[in-house]
């Protein structure tokens, strides 16, 4: 089976989010969104229900979730699933494609758990230097 790229190396151009044209851009902006991250998070480890998604995912709004689960669907990285109850249920889960993201997006969970510590600090330091900096002298 020949991929998208090989196709498009075969034809002389390549993806590159470095050009302002690419097409990687959008998948970019939606899997850096910090609402589809964490989407893509839970939902690796197995399909989940609207409200439990929420209710894992504190914080994200009833709309917010709706956007991001539609964008994730639009891009194929998450299946929904629509059983036939009263009332419909539904159910979300990664597909083959959006599987292939839950290594990557648990390294970036991992890395930032363990090096929020130093983030803080870094944020302390950075805003106590610019508020010294900031008043004005007697």
């Known amino acids: 089976m020949v991929t998208t790229t090989e196709r498009t190396r075969a034809a002389g151009s390549e993806f590159s989010p470095f050009s302002a044209a690419c097409p990687t851009r959008t998948v970019l902006d939606t899997i850096a969104d910090k609402w589809a991250t964490l989407v893509i998070d839970v939902l690796g480890r197995g399909p989940q229900r609207f409200g439990a998604l929420r209710r894992a995912i504190g914080g994200i709004s ?3 979730l709706t956007q991001t689960l539609r964008s994730l669907e639009r891009d194929g990285l998450v299946s929904r699933r629509v059983y036939p109850t009263t009332p419909p249920s539904v159910e979300y889960a990664l597909t083959p494609l959006g599987e292939t993201l839950t290594a990557p997006i648990g390294a970036l ?3 930032s758990e ?3 510590a130093q983030v803080l600090a870094a944020r302390a330091a950075f805003d106590a230097r610019t508020a010294k900096q900031a008043q004005p002298l007697p």
Do not use: P
């Open 114 to 116: 363990a090096n929020i």
């Open 62 to 64: 009833q709309k917010m």
């Open 109 to 111: 969970r991992a890395w």
